[in-house]
């Protein structure tokens, strides 16, 4: 009765949770065999209910996030067939549809970053010829913004990662940084290395975010005001993906206000650094004193 009891209790708790009673657990204190399978069983029956809780949450607010856009754009199709202007309404409609059709690919990005793991194209990766890449590519947003770019890259840096989910990320830093940047400010992108890990950081001098808003800013959807995002066009994922990417790579990101302004940071482990006198900056070097965040 010992073994026989225990065993069915356990039966009966598999059979409630696979029926959907996700809050059933074990909670046993055995110290045997069967306790252990006891205590993995609630385990994995709690990492299953995160998931799932985790996946609803996502629906819920996918499906808020794409109601707004598709009410514009119902909007917009109204107004081609009465406006007095029908190109400035077809002009509405098309951007309209574009601000869709970007919140529908940054929902896959987040998609594939949440992906297998094992499924990441991993290759070689000089991450400061990455950088001056991406700094070139952001140059006209900032140029749009009225702020400039200033990267400052002190090594040649390689790691072992997914060109594109590393370049995602840290692009997605990086906008979000000339989104809040002031006019006539700069925002820093720095890459150094250490034996361990390169670390790349960004950093804008705008108003930075509340402090019980800093570890939030990584969460889908997560808008620190959501009148502002709206402006500017924002959907809440950017920073979201940047996390997703980084982890899969072992990494690590966090941010915090550096007064003024907010920098991100941005840990990757290292293949291998070849340090070069001088750097490579792509534009005017950031501060030397620029501040870091501690991990």
Same mark, same amino acid.
């Given at each position: 009765?010992?073994?026989?009891?225990?065993?069915?209790?356990?039966?009966?708790? /598999?059979?409630?949770?696979?029926?959907?009673?996700?809050?059933?657990?074990?909670?046993?204190?055995?110290?045997?065999?069967?306790?252990?399978?006891?205590?993995?069983?609630?385990?994995?029956?709690?990492?299953?209910?995160?998931?799932?809780?985790?996946?609803?949450?996502?629906?819920?607010?996918?499906?808020?996030?794409?109601?707004?856009?598709?009410?514009?754009?119902?909007?917009?199709?109204?107004?081609?067939?009465?406006?007095?202007?029908?190109?400035?309404?077809?002009?509405?409609?098309?951007?309209?549809?574009?601000?869709?059709?970007?919140?529908?690919?940054?929902?896959?990005?987040?998609?594939? #970053?949440?992906?297998?793991?094992?499924?990441?194209?991993?290759?070689?990766?000089?991450?400061?010829?990455?950088?001056?890449?991406?700094?070139?590519?952001?140059?006209?947003?900032?140029?749009?913004?009225?702020?400039?770019?200033?990267?400052?890259?002190?090594?040649?840096?390689?790691?072992?990662?997914?060109?594109?989910?590393?370049?995602?990320?840290?692009?997605?830093?990086?906008?979000? #940084?000339?989104?809040? #940047?002031? #006019?006539?400010?700069?925002?820093?992108?720095?890459?150094?290395?250490?034996?361990?890990?390169?670390?790349?950081? /960004?950093?804008?001098?705008?108003?930075?975010?509340?402090?019980?808003?800093?570890?939030?800013?990584?969460?889908?959807?997560?808008? /620190?005001?959501?009148?502002?995002?709206?402006?500017?066009?924002?959907?809440?994922?950017?920073?979201?993906?940047?996390?997703?990417?980084?982890?899969?790579?072992?990494?690590?990101?966090?941010?915090?206000?550096?007064?003024?302004?907010?920098?991100?940071?941005?840990?990757?482990?290292?293949?291998?650094?070849?340090?070069?006198?001088?750097?490579?900056?792509?534009?005017?070097?950031a501060a030397d004193n620029l501040a870091r965040?501690?991990?």
């Amino acid at each position: 009765m010992t073994i026989v009891s225990p065993l069915r209790v356990l039966a009966r708790t /598999v059979d409630r949770f696979g029926a959907g009673d996700l809050s059933v657990r074990l909670n046993s204190r055995r110290k045997d065999e069967i306790g252990e399978l006891s205590q993995a069983f609630d385990r994995m029956a709690e990492r299953i209910g995160t998931l799932l809780s985790a996946e609803r949450r996502l629906l819920q607010d996918i499906s808020h996030e794409l109601r707004t856009p598709l009410a514009r754009l119902s909007f917009a199709a109204e107004l081609v067939r009465s406006a007095d202007d029908p190109d400035a309404a077809l002009a509405r409609l098309k951007k309209e549809i574009q601000r869709l059709s970007e919140l529908v690919s940054t929902l896959l990005q987040v998609t594939r #970053a949440e992906g297998d793991p094992n499924a990441a194209n991993l290759e070689p990766l000089e991450l400061d010829e990455l950088l001056a890449g991406l700094i070139e590519d952001c140059r006209v947003e900032a140029d749009a913004h009225g702020c400039r770019l200033a990267l400052r890259s002190s090594a040649r840096v390689t790691v072992e990662g997914d060109r594109e989910l590393l370049r995602r990320a840290i692009e997605n830093v990086i906008r979000n #940084a000339i989104r809040y #940047a002031p #006019a006539e400010s700069a925002v820093d992108v720095d890459l150094s290395a250490s034996r361990e890990a390169a670390r790349i950081t /960004v950093r804008d001098y705008g108003s930075g975010v509340p402090e019980d808003s800093v570890t939030r800013i990584f969460q889908p959807f997560f808008r /620190v005001d959501d009148a502002r995002e709206g402006s500017t066009g924002g959907v809440g994922l950017g920073l979201a993906i940047a996390m997703r990417a980084v982890g899969l790579h072992h990494g690590v990101i966090a941010a915090r206000n550096v007064h003024p302004g907010l920098e991100i940071c941005m840990e990757l482990p290292l293949k291998c650094v070849d340090v070069c006198i001088g750097g490579t900056g792509a534009s005017a070097p950031a501060a030397d004193n620029l501040a870091r965040p501690g991990f």
